[in-house]
């Protein structure tokens, strides 16, 4: 019964979720060849696996009721420069603001911290599946801290009267110019200290907050409606999305922006892979099985399934 409920809403409600699964697909993927030898030959073989799965702890966001503030921070809720004096360590953020408010704004970069450890000891006990997940994992919630619009309570653009910005910034502009980025980002490399790193992505990506707004606002004015917004075949249905004009006008004005989010997400994502890997004794994958994870947790594919036919509105944060 459980499971007809779960594919039940996601039939009723459409959606789109962080960077979509699109983007979130091509980070853990093109993260995959910026290993080094001893660990390249494990992730590609395993790089089906790790694609697919990076929409993982979204899925999870229906049946695990502490996943949702794992991809974000509402930085603006703590005032102005929040980005920068809130406390980079869990148990310092604890003792100043309490672990409800904490949940209740998001805790994207401390998780990032969290999943880095966990994988670090998957590394250290040889465990294929922990490793396998864990690195889909980590490589979501890296590219959640690295999206302007994760790092505020205008998320969706519904405090400023320009809702649906969400899926328009991180799901519909990297879908269309894909083609057109330069992803190579070069060999990872060792993070000294993945905690700061997580919250120096989150304080870059909320300094470009202003201009992603703001240039969808400006070009609103100089656009009607029917020149903003066209429509598209999704499945069965018809689609009200952002028009190829509009998208191309704003992606424009944004001046690489996107791109620059993805190269620092798929950097950041294979720096702590390989970090994990060197923290945790530098395992040989050479005596790893080939078996791939089948615990209960990740047995959601029909859900994705099902979700990815129906990408294409409401924002769930």
Known sequence: ?????????????PFLMSWGFFAHQKINRIAVFSLPSEMIGFYKKHIHYITEKAVNPDMRRYIVDDEAPRHYIDLDVYGDSAAYHLPRYWMEAVEQYG???LEAYGIVPWHISAVKHWLTQ???????????????????YVGDANVPLHTSENYNG???????????????LPELFF??????VGKAEYESNPQLRAWEAVKDAHLALDSVLLFEKELTEKFDDSKKYS?????????????????KAYHRRLNGM???QL??????????????WVDGGQPDFKSFSDKLPEEEELKMDSLVSLASEHESGVVTK
């Open 179 to 184: 083609e057109s980025y330069d992803l190579f």
């Open 122 to 140: 998957a590394f250290l006990h040889q465990d294929m599946d922990a490793i396998l997940r864990l690195s889909a994992d980590l490589g979501h």
């Open 99 to 101: 672990e409800d408010t």
């Open 263 to 276: 190269r620092k997400a798929i950097k950041m994502t294979a720096d702590l892979w390989y970090t994990a």
């Open 158 to 172: 519904q405090l400023t009267g320009q809702y649906g910005i969400h899926g328009f910034w991180e799901s519909r």
């Open 1 to 13: 019964m459980k499971k007809v409920y779960l594919i039940l809403l996601v039939l009723s409600t």
């Open 231 to 247: 429509f598209e075949e999704r499945g069965q249905k018809l689609v009200r999305v952002y028009s190829y004009d509009f998208s």
């Open 258 to 260: 996107v791109e620059r």
